[in-house]
Each structure stands twice: as C-alpha cells, then as structure tokens.
C-alpha cells in the first residue's frame, strides 16, 4: 500500500506544480496561488513518510478534502482535487489488498518450504 500511496503523493506534487499556471488567472494574485498550491505540495511529499505510521491514511484524506476545498481560492482545485482524491481511495483500497495478498503468499511459501532439520 505505501508504494501506491506514495506515488499518488508524488503525482499530486507535479499536478498542484504544474496547476501554478493558475498565477496567469487574473483573479487571483500570485501569493494566493503560491501559498495555496506549495501548502498543498509540501504536505503530499510529507505525507509520503507518514503513510505507513498510525493516522498516516488519514492525514492522506484529510489532505484529499483539503485540495478539493482549495477549489474555494483556486477553482481548478476543485477538479484536481476530485481526480486525486480518487486515485486516493484507488491507492489505499487497491494497495491494501496487494498487501494482503503478499502476506498470504508469504505464509503459503513458509508453510510450503522444507524443514531444515
């Protein structure tokens, strides 16, 4: 799971840099658009260490809601906000599982190995 969760991280890093084009919208000033955006990308390449410690799945909703409330300063926010979100619970549900699975194949090939005696 820490693998897929991560990449998700990283992903909205370069998607929230990139989305830094919204400075040339002329509604919003440059420190809005660099204080909303580099809040946003700090947090996903911190979070990236936290995933696997208590509550770290949970700072990584938190941070989904959060850019999907950003749309309220920056409204292309609120699309990017909804794409990760997505790829988030993809990441969390899809990663648990893979997790499961290795732990299952793990204990099969324990079971199944040769006793060295």
Avoid: N
Avoid at 45 to 58: D, E, F, S, Y
Avoid at 72 to 79: A, G, I, N, S
């Amino acid at each position: 799971m820490r693998t897929l969760c991560a990449s998700t991280l990283i992903g909205e890093f370069f998607v929230i840099f990139a989305g830094l084009v919204a400075m040339k919208d002329p509604d919003l000033s440059m420190g809005t658009v660099w204080t909303v955006s580099g809040i946003a990308m700090v947090l996903s390449v911190l979070l990236c260490g936290v995933i696997t410690r208590p509550g770290g799945i949970a700072l990584g909703w938190a941070l989904q809601i959060a850019l999907i409330a950003a749309g309220f300063v920056v409204p292309t926010m609120f699309f990017l906000g909804a794409i990760f979100a997505a790829l988030w619970w993809a990441s969390v549900h899809y990663g648990r599982k893979i997790d499961e699975a290795k732990a299952r194949f793990a204990a099969q090939a324990e079971a199944s190995a040769p006793d060295p005696a």
